[in-house]
T-cell receptor
Framework: DAGITQSPRHKVTETGTPVTLRCHQTENHRYMYWYRQDPGHGLRLIHYSYGVKDTDKGEVSDGYSVSRSKTEDFLLTLESATSSQTSVYFC??????????????FGAGTRLSVL | TQLLEQSPQFLSIQEGENLTVYCNSSSVFSSLQWYRQEPGEGPVLLVTVVTGGEVKKLKRLTFQFGDARKDSSLHITAAQTGDTGLYLCAGVGNAGNMLTFGGGTRLMVKP
């Protein structure tokens, strides 16, 4: 299994406060992703990264920003949290070659509640 | 935007019954993946189907990719309580590194 660690695992915050979620991988995978999971919506892509300092928006990027200063770390920031951002957030990585190509490996998720 | 519709959303069955989950799209995908997710964990890949018409078996699970590569199905024979979980299909785009996920099917198998 790919070593993907998300922190924190649970967070409760108040509307209007900034929140940063961290994803750390030990597999040296080039691609990293942030998804949110809500009932009935499956997984929706927020942002992704295809290398250090190379990021792009997904389908639900409004209100979120990301940064990737090292291959192993991908940060997701909610600049000013809103109740609509209450969700479970998953980080994933993928290899671009070899037998594991195109397989996404997921962290255990961060459950965020915005009150 | 490529969309994947999964059905049913919820399924509650008795142990020993058979079931089929469907994943449909109007778009063509280069391949399609099925993931299983247990509570408190991230999704884990079960299988990737690549060729139109392909059938793959994983013990009691049978996965099929439609001839036109727009749809897929997952059939479970003689379900067990350990099959309980959320099943997600995901279409792989031409670039290979972007997935489009279906809404998921939550399966509960009762003893």
């Amino acid at each position: 299994d790919a070593g993907i660690t998300q922190s924190p695992r649970h967070k409760v915050t108040e509307t209007g406060t900034p929140v940063t979620l961290r994803c750390h991988q030990t597999e040296n995978h080039r691609y990293m992703y942030w998804y949110r999971q809500d009932p009935g919506h499956g997984l929706r892509l927020i942002h992704y990264s295809y290398g250090v300092k190379d990021t792009d928006k997904g389908e639900v990027s409004d209100g979120y920003s990301v940064s990737r200063s090292k291959t192993e770390d991908f940060l997701l920031t909610l600049e000013s949290a809103t109740s609509s951002q209450t969700s479970v957030y998953f980080c994933a990585t993928t290899s671009t070659g070899g037998p594991a190509k195109n397989i996404q490996y997921f962290g255990a998720g961060t459950r965020l509640s915005v009150l | 935007t490529q969309l994947l519709e999964q059905s049913p959303q919820f399924l509650s069955i008795q142990e020993g019954e058979n079931l089929t989950v469907y994943c449909n799209s109007s778009s063509v995908f280069s391949s399609l993946q099925w993931y299983r997710q247990e509570p408190g964990e991230g999704p884990v890949l079960l299988v990737t189907v690549v060729t139109g018409g392909e059938v793959k078996k994983l013990k009691r699970l049978t996965f099929q990719f439609g001839d036109a590569r727009k749809d897929s199905s997952l059939h479970i024979t003689a379900a067990q309580t350990g099959d309980t979980g959320l099943y997600l299909c995901a279409g792989v785009g031409n670039a290979g590194n972007m997935l489009t996920f279906g809404g998921g099917t939550r399966l509960m198998v009762k003893p």
